[in-house]
């Protein structure tokens, strides 16, 4: 089990008009700040994050008519928790409530600001994001024969986010908006290493990546905010061969490959019709690899490596 705590503090005054000495700016208009640089960009930002994530594996041998099995089990749990605090005026007037910076890029020293005469103005943003994903994996490496291992495994996972705007009271509308899902990834593979120094393989394997793929943690969750909550699949099938020659000096590897993307979401008119969603076609990536590994000495190595891919397209 792991636990992480982290804060972020940020308070700063950026970007800026410099005025020169004799009260003249750059574009030749008049100013008062003479011989400072006018910071009228101001932002600040207060935001606690937590993390608490748990892995659990279990692993044991057992044998069934000649077959021996290596089992796993594993079970992964993670919360996040994220309170940001925000709040910006880009290029200010620098008049009421609005706040400036003034410095002399010639002595740092000689700065100050509008902070002593005027407060710090509240959060423009104060959300609380939450967000839990709980998933189950299990694996069995399987012995046919000395030569040959048949792997297969499939793994469960469930995930949910959560936003919620605490600039409103409870109860308002659009305070709150979240989404859950979850999915099956299978995977599979065989090796059949017919001497030690050679390895023949093939595999297949399907994830997925939450939230559009896009892999963020906050939700928007104001009425006119729109978010693709699908998950991106994502299933690989490979087939190659790894050899060790001159006494593991030398390793190669080649392999043929063939990516594909599925359930992409966009969306064809997101002015007229912002909740309207399309699936876009199969994104595909066939191709192949070669890598070498050389050993120079006992310490140093030089790898280098070629691929080749196209990327046709096929509809769902």
């Not at 423009?124 to 030569?147: G, K, W």
Request: glycine fraction near 6%; include cysteine; hydrophobic fraction near 35%.
């Amino acid at each position: 089990m792991s636990s992480r705590s982290a804060e972020q503090n940020f308070d700063h005054f950026f970007g800026g008009t410099w005025c020169s000495p004799a009260g003249r700016t750059l574009a030749n208009a008049s100013c008062r700040w003479n011989g400072h640089v006018r910071q009228s960009s101001y932002a600040w930002q207060e935001t606690s994050n937590r993390t608490l994530f748990n892995v659990v594996e279990l692993t044991g041998e057992m044998a069934t008519r000649g077959v021996r099995h290596k089992l796993l089990v594993a079970v992964d749990l993670a919360w996040e928790d994220r309170q940001p605090r925000l709040f910006s005026n880009p290029n200010s007037s620098c008049s009421g409530t609005s706040l400036c910076g003034y410095v002399d890029p010639f002595d740092p020293a000689d700065c100050f600001n509008d902070r002593a005469t005027r407060p710090r103005r509240g959060p423009s943003q104060h959300n609380h994001h939450q967000a839990e994903s709980h998933s189950v994996f299990a694996q069995d490496v399987m012995t046919l024969i000395p030569q040959v291992k048949l792997v297969l495994g499939l793994r469960y996972d469930w995930y949910r986010f959560q936003s919620t705007n605490l600039r409103l009271a409870e109860g308002a509308a659009n305070r709150q908006r979240s989404y859950r899902d979850d999915t099956l990834s299978p995977s599979a593979g065989i090796v059949w290493q017919p001497v030690e120094a050679h390895s023949v393989y093939a595999s297949y394997n399907k994830s997925f990546a939450p939230y559009g793929g896009r892999g963020l943690l906050s939700v928007a969750v104001g009425s006119s905010a729109v978010f693709d909550d699908e998950p991106h699949y994502q299933e690989q099938v490979e087939a190659g061969i790894k050899s060790d020659w001159l006494n593991a000096w030398l390793s190669t590897q080649f392999s043929i490959f063939d990516l594909q993307r599925s359930n992409i979401r966009y969306r064809p008119n997101p002015d007229l019709e912002p909740f309207t969603w399309a699936i876009q076609e199969r994104q595909r990536s066939i191709g192949a690899e070669f890598s070498m590994i050389g050993r120079i000495t006992r310490s140093w190595f030089v790898r280098v490596g070629s691929a080749i891919s196209n990327r046709p397209c096929g509809r769902m």
